[in-house]
Antibody, heavy 121, light 110 residues
Framework: EVQLVESGGGVVRPGGSLRLSCAAS????????MSWVRQAPGKGLEWVSG????????GYADSVKGRFTISRDNAKNSLFLQMNSLRAEDTALYYC??????????????WGQGTLVTVSS | QSALTQPASVSGSPGQSITISCTGTSSDVGSYNLVSWYQQHPGKAPKLMIY???QRPSGVSNRFSGSKSGNTASLTISGLQTEDEADYYCCSYAGGSTWVFGGGTKLTVL
C-alpha cells in the first residue's frame, strides 16, 4: 500500500524558514515524480512544486519561485521542501503527492494527509 | 500561471447528470492533453478521478467522464449519488514542469 507521511509543519514567523519532509513507503520511491500541493484554510488547491524521479527536473509555482526548494533522497525514500522567506500567505496545509510516472508531467495518483504550516507573528 | 476558471458551485438531484467546466489558456489546457480532475471531501486528501483529459484510474466509477475542447475541459458526472457531493478541482500541465489548478467547484447533491 502506498503511504506518504508529511512532517515538519508548524508555526513560524514571517521571514522565517521551515523544512517539510515526506516519508514514502509501499512503492519504489525512485521510480516516480513527486509534488507538493498546498491548501490555505477554506481555500482551493494550489500546486507548489514538482520533481522528477532523479531530481534532474524541477518546477515551481510563481508564488514560491526563488523562496522554496524541492529535493529528494531516493536512498531514504524521502521528499523535501525547503521554505525560506515565509509569508503569511504561505499558511496552508501542505500535501505530498506521488505522480503516476517518473517525470514531472504525470497526474498525482497518491496523496498524503498533509502537514500544516502557519506563518504568523 | 493564472488559476484555471471553474464555476464556484453546481448542483443536481440524485440520478441526474452534471457537468463542470474548466477554462484555461493556450499555454495550459489548450496546449497539453494533460488535464486531471480531483475530488475532495471535507477534511480529506484529494483523489484523482480523471487524468489525461478522459482517462479513469482503476477503481473510479464509470459515471465520471472527462473531455476537452480547445482551452476548456469538462468533467461530467452521470447518475448523481449523494456520495458525489464534494469539491472538484481541475488541474492542467502548464509546461516547464509546472501545473496549475482551478479554483474548485462545490458540488451539491440535492
Amino acid at each position: 500500500e502506498v503511504q506518504l507521511v508529511e512532517s515538519g509543519g508548524g508555526v513560524v514567523r514571517p521571514g522565517g524558514s521551515l523544512r517539510l519532509s515526506c516519508a514514502a513507503s509501499g512503492f519504489t520511491f525512485g521510480d516516480y515524480g513527486m509534488s507538493w500541493v498546498r491548501q490555505a484554510p477554506g481555500k482551493g488547491l494550489e500546486w507548489v512544486s514538482g520533481i522528477n524521479w532523479n531530481g534532474g527536473s524541477t518546477g515551481y509555482a510563481d508564488s514560491v519561485k526563488g523562496r522554496f526548494t524541492i529535493s529528494r533522497d531516493n536512498a531514504k525514500n524521502s521528499l523535501f521542501l525547503q521554505m525560506n522567506s515565509l509569508r503569511a500567505e504561505d499558511t496552508a496545509l501542505y500535501y505530498c503527492a506521488r505522480g503516476s510516472c517518473s517525470s514531472t508531467s504525470c497526474p498525482l495518483r497518491h496523496w498524503g494527509q498533509g502537514t500544516l504550516v502557519t506563518v504568523s507573528s | 500561471q493564472s488559476a484555471l476558471t471553474q464555476p464556484a458551485s453546481v448542483s443536481g438531484s440524485p440520478g441526474q447528470s452534471i457537468t463542470i467546466s474548466c477554462t484555461g489558456t493556450s499555454s495550459d489546457v489548450g496546449s497539453y492533453n494533460l488535464v486531471s480532475w480531483y475530488q475532495q471531501h471535507p477534511g480529506k486528501a484529494p483523489k484523482l478521478m480523471i487524468y489525461e483529459g478522459s482517462q479513469r484510474p482503476s477503481g473510479v466509477s464509470n459515471r465520471f467522464s472527462g473531455s476537452k475542447s480547445g482551452n476548456t475541459a469538462s468533467l461530467t458526472i452521470s447518475g448523481l449519488q449523494t456520495e458525489d457531493e464534494a469539491d472538484y478541482y481541475c488541474c492542467s500541465y502548464a509546461g516547464g514542469s509546472t501545473w496549475v489548478f482551478g479554483g474548485g467547484t462545490k458540488l451539491t447533491v440535492l
